[in-house]
């Protein structure tokens, strides 16, 4: 494959707008080869490598507060220039674009080099507040690290990139976010199910922001290569760009950084368990050193609760990613980081220590976290891990919406004359099957309902006050697998409506929004096995 020809930047408005300093490829060594084919890139962070232009660019959506985070007013997203800036067809002076080598573990075993196969960084933007924002496109064409495949997205998993990155954000989860989504004007082949059905679908790139997209395979395809001199180069560089708290790099400033990564994770982690996330392919090639969720491919929400759950159908045998097994999945990749930083820090029981915090972080974390979906100030061992425990249980007697129950048991009172009926009501929206709720079901989620409301006038605050702390932690609004996929079987005809819609609504996901009821509903028996609403595969 040839290097298409060099674009030249065009001067623009937007160029006045954007400030770029590319320190990544400024400061780390890059791929002496300029060809952009696929290949084996050795000794290099990086290789430059140009967006391949889009026929036709159309803008879907954008996020105007992303935008404003880059120093761009909210109307430049509006502009021609915008949407060809961001579908890969125009090059501003400034922008540098680059694909980063990393490799990875993948399901488990390790897989090489893998890096940037379809994303293309332009550069790093600094804004009026000193912040820096990485821009990348995804889906903007091959790089030397895309291996057999396209290096291109389809307009399904870019709508599900771009709605949940926001969606995650505004949940308070940390995230890498998303600028724009465009359609290239091209068709695209995928089979979505590698059973042998392909076919064409509307190409898109979306636009992603964030700090940085360092991975843990940065690190690891540097260890697995015994280049300890780049090894280090990247760490250097990453403990000066993302972490200077940490001061210069030093043996110290590596063991901080570590257990800071550690920390991140397991902060991000508590996150996902909170809000019913299931990341779905956590391979250490996606798993941000900044403890940001990234790489949206075929992640889900929990409908019903069941930490078995994974919408993962190429995991489907050994469920790796299944919702409850995230915690112990980030502590393995949390190891194999372990394992590559080590010629750095040279010291086996301060990293095996590091790997022990991040258990204890994560406890704390989840306990607090569990203790705010419940109303409570604090976790008390005494109490409360028998409550949870039996709560876990309850929520998996018969179908029950995870994000439904958590919302309205801040709704359920008792005021010491309540019948189980009364009590329970405020649940019944949850139920898949209320029809089928057996009296022993009834009985025991009651007899908890009310040692649970016992435990929390302990608190001793009112009622009203328990809701609103607990619509806090509480979501009304996530972004349901089905909900995701209406959006994209219209968006696949030319209606953008319900992406924009949903964007908005995900703005708020704590608010009671009066109209927008029917997105906080659970599950219609229709998306139960539709391809796209409880079934996804890595293909896209
Ligand atoms: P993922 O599982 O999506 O994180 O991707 C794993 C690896 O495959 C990464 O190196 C990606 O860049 C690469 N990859 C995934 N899809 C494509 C594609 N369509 N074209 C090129 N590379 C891809
Ligand atoms: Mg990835």
């Known amino acids: ?92 002076p400034g922008m540098d674009p680059y694909a980063a080598c990393y490799g990875g573990h993948q399901f488990g075993s390790w897989a090489g080099q893998l890096g940037d196969g379809r994303a293309i960084n332009l550069g790093e933007v600094v804004n009026q507040r000193g912040e820096r924002w990485t821009l990348q496109l995804k889906g903007a064409g091959p790089t030397p690290y895309s291996r057999q495949a396209d290096g291109l997205a389809v307009l399904r998993s870019s709508v599900r ?22 359609l290239t004007g091209e068709k695209v082949v995928r089979d979505m199910f590698y059973d042998g059905n392909r076919k064409e679908e509307p190409g898109a790139v979306v636009c992603r922001v964030a700090p940085s997209f360092i991975r843990f395979g940065n690190f690891e395809i540097f260890a697995a290569r015994q280049n300890t001199d780049l090894l280090r180069q990247l760490a250097d ?8 708290h940490l001061g210069e790099p030093s043996t110290a400033a590596y063991r901080a950084w570590f257990e800071e990564v550690c920390r991140r994770t397991a902060e991000m982690i ?32 929990l409908e019903n609760y069941d930490p078995d759950w994974t919408p993962n159908t190429t995991d489907a045998s050994g469920r790796r990613y299944r919702f409850g097994n995230q915690p112990q999945i980030a502590w393995w990749n949390l190891a194999q980081l372990a394992n590559a930083v080590h010629p750095l820090i040279e ?59 958590f919302r309205n048991l801040a709704r359920v009172k008792e005021d010491g004359t309540a019948t189980d009926e009364e009590l329970i009501a405020p649940l019944m929206e949850a139920y898949y099957h209320p029809e089928e709720l057996t009296d022993e079901v009834r009985e025991r989620t009651c007899r908890w309902l009310r040692s649970y409301l016992s435990r929390a006038r302990r608190e001793g605050v009112p009622d009203v006050e328990r809701r609103r702390k607990m619509d806090a932690a509480n979501p009304r609004y996530v972004l349901r697998n089905y909900l995701a996929q209406l959006a994209i079987d219209k968006a696949e005809v030319g209606d953008y409506s319900l992406v924009k819609t949903l964007q908005d609504v995900l703005r708020r996901p704590y608010d009671e929004q009066s109209g927008r009821e029917e997105f906080a509903r659970k599950r219609p028996e229709w998306a139960r096995h539709r391809a796209g609403c409880s079934m996804l595969s890595c293909s896209s």
């Open 237 to 244: 560089y990453t403990i000066r760009t993302d972490f200077p």
């Open 270 to 301: 508590v996150h996902w368990m909170r809000v019913g996330f299931v990341h779905g392919v956590m391979n250490t090639d996606n798993m941000s050193v900044l403890g940001l969720t990234i790489d949206y491919g075929p992640y889900g929400w």
């Open 161 to 182: 990139e771009f709605l949940c990155s926001e969606a995650m954000h505004h949940l308070g989860v940390p995230t890498t976010r998303a600028l724009s989504l465009a």
């Open 347 to 405: 010291d086996t029981e301060f990293l095996q220590r590091a790997l022990d915090s991040y258990g204890e972080v994560y406890r704390n974390g989840w306990q607090k976290m569990m203790s705010s979906k419940l109303g409570f100030f604090s976790f008390d061992p005494d109490t409360d891990q028998e409550l949870v425990e039996e709560l876990e249980k309850i929520l998996k007697l018969t179908e029950t919406d995870m994000t439904l129950f």
């Open 1 to 92: 494959m040839k290097t298409p020809l060099k674009k030249q930047p065009v001067a623009s408005p937007l160029e006045e707008l954007l400030t770029f300093d590319n320190r990544f490829v400024h400061e780390l060594p890059g791929d002496p080869e300029t060809e952009n084919r696929p290949r084996q890139v050795a000794r290099s962070c990086y290789s430059r490598v140009l967006p391949r232009p889009a026929a036709q660019p159309e803008l879907v959506a954008c996020a105007h507060e992303v935008a404003e985070l880059i120093g761009l007013p909210k109307e430049a997203c509006n502009t021609k220039e915008f949407v060809q800036v961001f579908a890969g067809n125009r090059l501003l």
